[in-house]
């Protein structure tokens, strides 16, 4: 992600200037000032919600009488979020707040509190009234790593309560509960008599989970790569996997992102930089800010806006590359930001092949606002810890397409089977097979579910930031911005 920070040296006291110095009395509101200011600079969303305004106070008197008429900072941020009238999709999904900007800054770099079971839960029947869960793949050095459950396994209960859409969050927010297992056959359910206890702890996630060539013959050296979230504190990872795959010949890679929900945007660029590498210095992504926003950058600095193919990491360690011109890319309904942001920028440049179901469909991105002068980490307000994560942007590709809030169908619809999920890696799990059976034509296609269930949720989505498309910091220095709209 190219800074935009470098050139905006200017702009930013508050988010929104007033008239007389008697009326200020932000310590009478001290978070929800901040919430109020930092969205109507930001959001992206903000010339559609009344409340958010530039003219929607004449002083800093009236928006503080405005503030104190909510019960808690909570209640003002999601009242400030957008609402679509025509569509849920297109509709703010995603910003939040959070009352410890510790909490939310590790969960962006993967760190969160596990058990090290990453699970899906899927409805049961088409009532919708019962889920049960699958167990997607077991963290390494965790207390599920150390027990006697795996992938594949499968859990309609925890602590004997049958999970339901209305229990799962209490149920499994736990830290520490029991599994109930079950045996599944041909789309039923029965419980086996097992279980398995299991205690979370504070962790961190390696999210290149999986690396290798699983296959060579006939000129086709795959590679695949599972990848489970864009964290940027494990770039130098991703690009040494690259390096591994390049030093065995691979010429065709498959990209597994089917239970990634996404991350930095600038990691995601170095990602599709590795898979490339013949495109070093082209726009991969181009950001749509608020019209305000946008239009400074446009006049100042359109350059700011973009997102290059490049050559290096941040700390200017040459990317492993691997100049290919076709990818394959597994996705399921838990595939969202950063994962659906590769798939759509590639797709302005190499062939793009898409394996498994429908992605969540999130095509903005958002930025973490501290309460500070200019809602960085400088000069923070001691008072509180609150911090806000909204959407700011919406990212599209060299095309300017960016319109898949509904999801990115796949090329090759493969849902995931629960009578045969298979192993991770292997040549003989349905996806990748699948995607090794395109590459070499093989012409056996793997045998489709006996029984779909729709998807619920994924482990993931019980931390509040699993889904994130994020840049890594925001625009410093807008305070002349901001004077201007006062004048």
């Known amino acids: 992600m190219k800074k935009i920070s470098t050139i905006l040296t200017l702009l930013l006291v508050s988010a929104f200037a007033f008239q007389s110095c008697d009326d200020m009395d932000d310590n009478a509101v001290p978070v929800n000032d901040f919430i109020w200011k930092g ?8 010339p559609d919600v009344p409340d958010l305004s530039d003219n929607r106070f004449g002083n800093q008197g009236e928006l503080n009488a405005y503030l104190q008429g909510f019960s808690s900072p909570e209640a003002l941020f999601n009242s400030l979020k957008y609402v ?5 999709a297109k509709s703010d999904r995603f910003s939040v707040l959070v009352s410890d900007y510790n909490v939310l800054e590790a969960a962006l770099q993967g760190v969160a509190k596990s058990n090290g079971v990453e699970y899906g839960l899927v409805y049961t029947d088409e009532t919708q009234t019962s889920i049960f869960g699958y167990v997607r793949y077991i963290l390494p050095d965790t207390d599920a790593s150390t027990k006697d459950i795996q992938r594949g396994d499968i859990f309609y209960a925890v602590d004997g309560v049958g999970l339901t859409p209305d229990n799962y ?3 499994l927010g736990s830290d520490t509960y029991t599994l109930n297992l ?3 056959t041909d789309g039923t359910i029965t419980p086996n008599g097992e279980s398995v206890t299991l205690t979370k702890t504070q962790y961190a996630e390696d999210p290149v989970y999986f690396s290798d060539v699983v296959y060579n013959e006939g000129g086709k050296t795959i590679g695949y790569l599972m990848y489970n979230g864009f964290y940027s504190p494990y770039d130098a990872e991703l690009n ?4 591994n795959l390049a030093a065995q010949g691979v010429n065709e890679l498959v990209l597994d992102l089917r239970y990634n929900g996404g991350g930095s945007v600038r990691t995601a660029t170095y990602l599709a930089s590795m898979i490339t ?3 070093n210095g082209q726009l991969f992504a181009k950001e749509q800010w608020n019209p305000k926003l946008q239009s400074y950058f446009e006049d100042n600095n359109p350059g700011a806006l973009t997102n290059n193919f490049t050559s290096s990491l941040s700390d200017n360690t040459s990317i492993n590359h691997l100049n290919l011109t076709r990818v394959y890319i597994l996705a399921t309904g838990s595939t969202a930001s950063a994962s659906e942001l590769v798939i759509n920028c590639l797709k302005s440049y190499v062939d793009v ?3 498994g179901t429908t992605t969540i469909g999130k095509n903005v991105g958002s930025v973490t606002l501290y309460d500070s002068p200019d809602f960085t980490k400088n000069d923070l307000d001691p008072s509180h810890r609150y911090a806000m994560q909204p959407i700011v942007l919406k990212i599209v590709n060299k095309n300017g397409f960016g319109e898949y809030e509904e999801g990115i169908e796949p090329t090759i619809e493969m849902p995931e089977d629960y009578d045969n999920l298979g192993v991770i890696g292997s040549p003989d799990e349905p996806l990748l097979a699948t995607a090794i059976n395109q590459i070499t034509a093989a012409g056996r296609m793997p045998q489709q579910p006996h029984k779909q269930h729709r998807l619920f ?3 993931k989505n019980l931390q509040p930031f699993s889904e994130e498309m994020f840049i890594e910091e925001a625009p410093k220095g807008l305070d002349h911005l901001i004077k201007n709209l006062s004048e």
Do not use: E, H
């Not at 679509?84 to 849920?88: G, I, K, L, N």
């Not at 040494?240 to 390096?243: K, R």
């Open 182 to 184: 079950a045996d599944y």
């Open 39 to 46: 969205l109507n600079l930001y959001y992206y969303w903000q």
């Open 353 to 355: 092949v898409v394996i």
């Open 277 to 279: 590498g013949q495109f």
């Open 240 to 243: 040494s996997a690259f390096g």
């Open 169 to 171: 969050r209490n149920l």
């Open 84 to 88: 679509d009238p025509t569509s849920t």
């Open 457 to 459: 949720k994924g482990s």
